[in-house]
């Protein structure tokens, strides 16, 4: 008698939404999916603020330095000529490039900083999120690390203020008020929920 080897176990099946009863999606799989840029939901249900590259920083700096530059030899040729406009204009010039730029630089280093520092508690609130597409809620299967279920607003406001960028958040989601009890305990950033 031949022997038959045993089919492969079946996927376990997603699970439902405690709300509406419809199957559930990991958070990560939704906003990975192209559709959910055409109803928003990549950016409402994002686990972070978007912030600009290094690389992106260091053209940011490149461009300054530029038009520091370009005011610094337009002071030199005024000094040159011996004319006050292009002197007190080419500095002027290179003084706010260099203050804008560094201005720039640090914010957009700062805030890559503050996601870095954010993530680890992001991403625990965050990873074991589901999105029922039939309600529009977003819940944790089982309640842990939160219980209940929310809007995206409000999740993004909870994974965003335990994180420590709450005051990233567009008014839509600082306004949503996420139900007491959701975490079990307090932990995270300052201010948090």
């Known amino acids: 008698m031949p022997s038959q080897t045993p089919p492969p176990p079946a996927p376990p099946a997603p699970p439902v939404c405690a709300g509406c009863g419809a199957p ?5 799989d939704t906003v990975a999916d192209p559709a ?28 300054g330095l530029i038009m520091a530059g370009v005011g610094i030899a ?14 007190v204009g ?18 957009e280093t700062r ?4 996601v870095t520092a954010g993530e680890p508690r992001a991403d625990a609130l965050w990873r074991p999120a589901h999105h029922c597409p039939g309600c529009a ?19 993004r406001k909870l994974v965003w203020t ?4 709450g005051g990233e958040l567009e008014e839509r989601a ?6 007491p009890g959701t975490l079990p305990r307090p932990r995270g950033a300052e201010n948090h929920v």
């Open 74 to 87: 337009l002071a030199e040729g005024g000094l040159a000529g011996h004319t006050t406009v292009p002197t």
């Open 137 to 155: 809620s977003v819940s944790c299967p089982g309640g842990e690390p939160w219980q209940g279920r929310l809007t995206p607003e409000q999740f």
């Open 111 to 114: 805030g890559r900083a503050a």
């Open 162 to 165: 335990e994180a420590g960028y």
């Open 174 to 179: 600082r306004t949503a008020d996420v139900p």
């Open 36 to 63: 959910s840029l055409h109803d928003d939901l990549a950016d409402r249900l994002a686990k972070a603020p978007a912030v600009a590259s290094r690389g992106t920083t260091a053209l940011h700096a490149v461009e």
């Open 90 to 107: 080419g500095t002027l010039l290179a003084l706010i490039a260099l203050t804008g730029t560094a201005l720039v630089v640090r914010n």
């Open 24 to 28: 559930t999606r990991r958070v990560a």
